[in-house]
T-cell receptor, first 113, second 112 residues
């Protein structure tokens, strides 16, 4: 039973490029969450999605960031025109509909040059 | 704003000792709490959870204690092993709100 799968594991982008981070939830999980983590800090909530719906995006920057979780395929976190301050580890988590317990992927480390 | 925080940023113990990691929370509406372990380069791993209608819950070598009066959460690890070395996060949730709020973390260092 595969866990939460994230790819790529590492992503390097130059300033101004786009970053696309992918997340496949655990089997049977319909809720996906994205968190960002800076070095030696905790995880900051970004967005919570269910299939085809954004439930809570209160932690997402208003510009350049977007997320989707289509009916088919993985959830995508998209960062347009990346800046150096976007460099961080981005973690995806999933949960089943009736459980607050989140299961995390291994993360994508984004480095902006 | 309301937040979850930890008292000790780093805890160093000897192998075989018992470890206690503390967490203070400020949201009195929180009713579900989780401890996660994060090893270097990995995602957070669930350790144990507790609901606000309980004050103690035990797992394998771990115990979580919840004191709602002072809004304090602790994680006790018995017979700490080198493999327990990691950063430990507490997280809180309000059942009326769907997302977890994480504290900053405590690094546990276990010496052989």
């Amino acid at each position: 039973n595969a866990g939460v799968m994230q790819n790529p594991r590492h992503l390097v982008r130059r300033r101004g490029q786009e970053a696309r981070l992918r997340c496949s939830p655990m089997k049977g999980h319909s809720h996906v969450y994205w968190y960002r983590q800076l070095p030696e800090e905790g995880l900051k909530f970004m967005v919570y999605l269910q299939k085809e719906n954004i439930i809570d995006e209160s932690g997402m920057p208003k510009e350049r960031f977007s997320a989707e979780f289509p009916k088919e395929g993985p959830s995508i976190l998209r960062i347009q025109q990346v800046v150096r301050g976007d460099s961080a580890a981005y973690f995806c988590a999933s949960s089943p509909p009736t459980n607050e317990k989140l299961f995390f992927g291994s993360g994508t480390q984004l480095s902006v040059l | 704003g309301e937040s979850v925080g930890l008292h000790l940023p780093t805890l160093s113990v000897q192998e075989g000792d018992n470890s206690i990691i503390n967490c203070a929370y400020s949201n009195s509406a929180s009713d579900y709490f989780i401890w996660y372990k994060q090893e270097s380069g990995k995602g957070p791993q669930f350790i144990i959870d507790i609901r606000s209608n309980m004050d103690k819950r035990q797992g394998q070598r771990v115990t979580v204690l919840l004191n709602k009066t002072v809004k304090h959460l602790s994680l006790q690890i018995a017979a700490t092993q080198p493999g327990d070395s990691a950063v430990y996060f507490c997280a809180e949730n309000n059942s009326g709100y769907s997302t977890l709020t994480f504290g900053k973390g405590t690094m546990l260092l276990v010496s052989p």
